[in-house]
């Protein structure tokens, strides 16, 4: 969720020093995650593993392929979107897996500073935008459309909020250009920080159940739709340009076509890991799939690939072409 789903992370050059200097980090959801493997015929692979479930998801099926088919070293970098681009440049990140548009990186590491490049499409389709629980719609039928969404301010106030209605986000690494559209837009809200996707995910469930008013950032793909299926406001739509000043911004977010990105060193490389990234794709289900298994069902990373990748052998023959294994 993102402007090139451009994440803020303030202290991002601080923390590259500060998270990068180890090997991993706390998964999401978790105090401490890490992947291991080992074998010279791969040799180390620096994976950076964004702070939502389905870039864990992605990174689980790759991860588990690279150390188990290809022998390599796998190293879980769990840093921010971007923090993640800056490992580019000092060989401490190799790829993203994926990526929320990011004009303005691509231009910097890849245009500029020529230390990334571009590895394709992983096949899902992003959606950002502000939802709100089923049961409001079926109550307050209007509420989809921005235009009314100050007729019902007062529903949103919480202590937070004060005399405004409260608009949920969630991490505050996630790119949002949520504040910005409540200023153009002249609603009578205030963004309040949920603190993480688990936070946003509870405060969804615990509205639907308990039938209380919520209007919160939130994105696709997303496992938590198959449980409730939450209901998109509708921002002024979305055209080209229309988001190019993030403070002038009065549009909706637009969609995206998530993409992978490397360092270039990684891409020259000849590492069977990186052809196993350039073929990686798969569907926002799929993601779904291996998401719902970490975060409801509780899986290791590695059990969950493993559990998908069982089920879907013809994937296994797809991402591992060219690598000379099987």
């Known amino acids: 969720m993102r402007f090139s789903r451009v994440r803020l992370f303030a202290a991002a050059t601080t923390a590259l020093a500060l998270v990068l200097t180890g090997c991993g980090g706390a998964k999401v959801g978790e105090s401490s995650s890490g992947s291991g493997g080992s074998s010279a015929s791969c040799g180390v ?30 190293k879980a970098q769990n840093i921010t979107e971007q923090v993640s681009w800056q490992g580019f440049a000092s060989g401490q990140v190799d ?22 490049q571009q590895a394709g ?3 899902l389709q992003g959606v950002i935008g502000w939802f709100v629980p089923p049961w409001m719609v079926q109550q307050y039928p209007d509420i989809t459309d921005w235009h009314n969404l100050n ?24 790119v949002t250009n949520d504040a ?16 993480s996707e688990t936070a946003l995910i509870q405060s969804f469930r615990s509205a639907q159940q308990n039938k209380t008013p919520l209007l919160a950032y939130f994105y696709s793909p997303q496992w938590f739709f198959n449980e409730i299926n939450l209901v998109k406001v509708n921002l002024p739509a979305y055209t080209d340009g229309c988001d190019t000043d993030t403070q002038k911004v009065a549009c909706d977010y637009p969609p ?11 891409a020259s490389s000849n590492s069977p890991a990186y052809t196993l990234v350039k073929n990686f794709s798969w569907t926002n289900e799929q993601q779904n799939d291996v998401a719902r298994s970490i975060a409801v069902d509780k899986l290791s990373d590695d059990d969950a690939a493993k559990k998908f ?14 690598t000379g294994k099987s």
């Not at 692979?45 to 796998?74: H, M, Q, R």
């Open 95 to 116: 790829a993203i897996l994926e990526n929320w548009g990011h004009a303005d990186l691509k231009k910097q590491y890849i245009d500029t500073q020529k230390v990334a």
């Open 256 to 266: 995206y076509n998530l993409d992978k990105i490397v360092s270039a060193k990684f």
């Open 45 to 74: 692979f620096n994976l950076a593993i964004n702070p939502w479930v389905g870039y864990e998801a992605d990174a689980a099926v790759v991860s588990y392929l690279a150390k188990t088919k290809l022998g390599c070293t796998v």
């Open 151 to 174: 007729k019902y301010a007062d529903l949103f106030k919480t202590s937070e909020s004060g005399s405004q209605g409260q608009l949920l986000d969630g991490d505050p690494s996630y």
């Open 121 to 123: 499409s992983d096949g």
């Open 180 to 195: 910005a559209l409540v200023k153009n837009l002249n609603l009578n809200f205030k963004v309040v920080q949920g603190g």
């Open 309 to 322: 990748l069982d089920a879907h052998p013809d994937l296994v023959t797809k991402w591992l072409a060219g």
